[in-house]
């Protein structure tokens, strides 16, 4: 139960793409991939669908 808005930024030099808060960060699970520089939402999820995916392309080889 977080409510979270989506605000158009519209501030001249805005060199960013999002912001997120502390209350929000808190409540969720996720990791940063600093090489990507992504956001990776429910890891063990993620996790579990990359390793699906890599089984699938080494079937199809």
Known sequence: NIRS?????KA?????????????????????????KVIIWNPARYKVMEALLKEVQTTRE
Not at 5 to 9: A, G
């Open 5 to 9: 808005f989506v605000i158009d930024n």
């Open 12 to 36: 001249p030099g805005g060199a960013f793409d999002g912001l997120l808060g502390m209350d929000f960060l808190m409540n969720v699970k996720y990791e940063l991939d600093l090489v990507r």
